[in-house]
């Protein structure tokens, strides 16, 4: 088992696409990845295919794990490799992914981008664990759900009042709700491939507007004037 520093030096280079680093993370991780799997034997899935799965969702723990979360390596990777297997499983109808846990990671997101508008850092994992009163590895499964591809016309629920993705986008002052579902996305078809991509990952990925700008290269504030802009543009619509 290698100690943290030594850990945290291999986790770097293999970001840094060392494949030989990345061989000597899986090795020192191995035992946690085998007992990750054996949670799930006898669930509908080959034991084979379970550990398959379980290193892909290990490899993108390597990839996405930043110090700054401020959490050991093993604490982000259980949840990761759990979400992979799980994601697997729902996909071939083992499982359902959890409605509370979209709510739950909707509001981190806000939470975070709330927190980076205040603080011009990003909250610690712990800190927002303390924030919605729930635990650290709650969290990054929370965040890891998020990225989950989801359909315009998915519901998100919250205190039983079912509501569709689609009408997350906030309607003006005055107004019950964005209208017509089929009109809206024919009017998200139809903005530049810029604006269609940040309101795609905004409302339909949960992206928070650090990321988005992250991948777009380029300001959080640029974001959000962005946003509110298309949102404006939206509206005229209809």
């Given at each position: 088992?290698?100690?943290?520093?030594?850990?945290?030096?291999?986790?770097?280079?293999?970001?840094?696409?060392?494949?030989?680093?990345?061989?000597?993370?899986?090795k020192?991780?191995?035992?946690l990845i085998?007992?990750?799997?054996?949670?799930?034997?006898?669930?509908?899935?080959?034991?084979?295919?379970?550990?398959?799965?379980?290193?892909?969702?290990?490899?993108?723990?390597?990839?996405?794990?930043?110090?700054?979360f401020?959490?050991?390596?093993?604490?982000?990777?259980?949840?990761?490799?759990?979400?992979e297997?799980?994601?697997?499983?729902?996909?071939?109808?083992?499982?359902k992914v959890?409605?509370?846990?979209?709510?739950?990671?909707?509001?981190?997101?806000?939470?975070?981008?709330?927190?980076?508008?205040?603080?011009?850092?990003?909250?610690?994992?712990?800190?927002?664990?303390?924030?919605f009163?729930?635990?650290?590895?709650?969290?990054?499964v929370?965040?890891?759900?998020?990225?989950?591809?989801?359909?315009?016309?998915?519901k998100f629920?919250?205190?039983?009042?079912?509501?569709?993705?689609?009408?997350?986008?906030?309607?003006?002052?005055?107004?019950?709700?964005?209208v017509?579902?089929?009109?809206l996305?024919?009017?998200?078809?139809?903005?530049?491939?810029?604006?269609?991509?940040?309101?795609?990952?905004?409302?339909?990925?949960?992206?928070?507007?650090?990321?988005?700008?992250?991948?777009l290269?380029?300001?959080?504030?640029?974001?959000?004037?962005?946003e509110?802009?298309?949102?404006?543009?939206?509206?005229?619509?209809?």
């Open positions: 088992m290698l100690d943290n520093e030594t850990l945290l030096e291999y986790l770097r280079k293999a970001k840094n696409g060392d494949d030989a680093a990345k061989e000597e993370v899986f020192s991780n191995s035992p085998k007992s990750i799997v054996r949670r799930f034997y006898g669930k509908g899935v080959e034991g084979d295919d379970l550990y398959q799965i379980a290193c892909i969702g290990f490899m993108k723990a390597i990839n996405n794990f930043d110090e700054s401020g959490v050991k390596f093993s604490t982000y990777t259980v949840p990761m490799v759990i979400g297997i799980k994601r697997y499983m729902r996909d071939n109808g083992a499982i959890s409605r509370t846990l979209k709510i739950l990671a909707n509001k981190i997101n806000r939470f975070i981008d709330e927190y980076q508008y205040k603080n011009c850092v990003s909250p610690s994992i712990e800190t927002i664990a303390e924030k009163g729930v635990s650290e590895e709650e969290v990054v929370a965040l890891d759900s998020a990225r989950m591809p989801v359909s315009i016309f998915d629920e919250e205190d039983d009042d079912g509501q569709e993705l689609i009408e997350k986008i906030p309607a003006s002052e005055g107004e019950d709700s964005v017509n579902k089929i009109q996305a024919d009017v998200i078809n139809g903005l530049s491939d810029r604006e269609r991509k940040i309101i795609v990952l905004r409302y339909f990925r949960d992206k928070t507007q650090s990321e988005i700008a992250s991948e290269g380029v300001s959080q504030v640029q974001v959000s004037r962005l509110s802009k298309i949102i404006e543009k939206i509206r005229q619509e209809f």
